[in-house]
């Protein structure tokens, strides 16, 4: 379990910002982790703001929802900048579904916690075909803090760390039901990779 090295500076004359990042595959608990973290800052009244990009409406507009249900109220921003201008005041910032920002968000975190803010980020580390989302490899790099969490294969009941699609879609952005997808470990994501790859074709080595 991450512990905050640091969480209450307010009576601190030199404010401290920090990034956070909490990332994993589908199934993993990033949001509940990240809801986590902002309800005990909040408890400790702290000014805490949450936002997440619009596209993400798979359930309510401005809720940030886990799939457990447990939900914090959160202001959907088109674009990263956004952010700047609506965190202003703020103690702690959340952002979720980090990955569907576009490359700015890295430099809006970093000028975030530059000016004194904690930030806590939670996104999906790789796509539906293992490669790194958006913005979030670089975040990773900046960050002070990472946390990775891990769900769990739903084949085999290893650690997961992939989000497998199990519908023919190949846009690396599909919102919808949760059911197109499953956590997998590395060797049922590759058999699942695999199985899914169209049969090499056969060439004859027979000489007519
Ligand atoms: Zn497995």
Redesign the pocket.
């Known amino acids: 379990m991450f512990i905050e090295p640091r969480v209450g500076n307010r009576h601190n004359a030199s404010r401290r910002g920090w990034i956070e990042v909490v990332c994993g595959s589908m199934f993993s608990g990033k949001t509940e982790e990240l809801i986590r973290r902002l309800t005990r800052a909040r408890i400790a009244r702290q000014r805490v703001e949450i936002f997440k990009p619009s596209l993400d409406t798979r359930y309510h507009t401005e809720d940030v929802v886990s799939h457990n249900a447990a939900r914090i109220r959160s202001t959907p921003v088109a674009v990263a900048s956004e952010i700047l201008l609506l965190a202003a005041g703020s103690d702690v910032v959340g952002i979720d579904e980090g990955q569907f920002f576009d490359s700015s968000l890295v430099d809006v975190c970093q000028q975030l916690a530059n000016s004194g803010i904690r930030v806590i980020v939670a996104g999906l580390d790789m796509d539906y075909l293992g490669r790194p989302f958006g913005p979030m490899p670089d975040l990773l790099a900046t960050a002070e803090y990472v946390t990775k969490v891990h769900a769990v294969?739903?084949?085999?009941?290893?650690i997961?760390t992939y989000s497998y699609r199990v519908v023919a879609n190949e846009s690396q952005v599909m919102l919808g039901e949760t059911d197109s997808y499953e956590a997998?470990?590395?060797?049922?994501?590759l058999?699942g990779i695999q199985a899914k790859a169209p049969a090499p074709e056969t060439h004859s080595t027979a000489t007519h």
């Open positions: 294969c739903v084949c085999c009941g290893e997961a997998r470990c590395r060797p049922c994501f058999e």
